[in-house]
């Protein structure tokens, strides 16, 4: 089955203090995954893709196969880094098509003053 | 260039009625998925399309439907309206470019069912 684990329902950290969102998936082949961001009362946006490997506002995320795990990574954490964060795992429908997004449920990033 | 559009932003309607939604994707992008999130089962995949065409369909019940136009654009319906619709719909948008299956989303259309 084609699934996006995310373990925290929030995170709360000071900020400067290094932050890590968890992410763990279940896909048979290989995955293509994603980070979205949604700071509040904005649209959902693309923060990552792990094929880029680029670093973007300061975060990172790294994908290993072995662990099933793309977690996403920021050293110093910023109060404007207060959002929900979604993994996300594009996923293989009928077709061969990947036009489908399997999305976590989410963690919400608090960064305290 | 300018983002996912989607119309109208806010819906109330009454159970048993049904209702349209649009959705404008980023000029160029061939590829709009729809998604419905709600606080309880988070964000799900509805639908795909692509040329016109629905490649990909998510697990819900055939009240949920949808369409693209040739030039993209793309509505979803859903008849029989059911309280438990209430939701927030999501489109995105998709390049296909680079074989990546990245997708940008519209602000949304908050759909209350009473």
């Known amino acids: 089955a084609q699934r996006v684990t995310q373990p925290e329902k929030l995170l709360s950290v000071f900020k400067g203090a290094p932050v890590e969102l968890k992410c763990n998936y279940s896909y048979s082949g290989s995955p293509e995954l994603f980070w979205y961001v949604q700071y509040s009362r904005q649209r959902l946006q693309l923060l990552l893709r792990?094929?880029s490997r680029e670093s973007i506002k300061g975060f990172t995320a790294d994908l290993n196969k072995g662990e099933t795990s793309f977690h996403l990574k920021k050293p110093f954490a910023q109060e404007e880094d207060s959002a929900m964060y979604y993994c996300a795992l594009s996923g293989r429908g009928y077709g061969g098509s990947q036009g489908n997004l399997i999305f976590g449920k989410g963690t919400k990033l608090s960064v305290k003053p | 260039k300018a983002g996912v559009t989607q119309t109208p932003r806010y819906l109330i309607k009454t159970r048993g009625q049904q209702v349209t939604l649009s959705c404008s994707p980023i000029s160029g992008h061939r590829s709009v998925s729809w998604y419905q999130q709600t606080p309880g089962q988070g964000l799900q995949f509805l639908f795909e399309?692509?040329?016109?065409?629905?490649?990909n369909k998510g697990n819900f019940p055939g009240r949920f439907s949808g369409r693209q136009f040739s030039n993209s654009r793309s509505e979803m319906n859903v008849s029989t309206l059911e309280l438990g619709d209430s939701a927030l719909y999501l489109c995105a948008s998709s390049p296909l470019t680079g074989g990546s299956y990245e997708q940008y989303f519209g602000p949304g259309t908050r759909l209350t069912v009473t």
């Open positions: 399309y692509f040329s016109e065409t629905q490649r």
């Open positions: 792990h094929i």
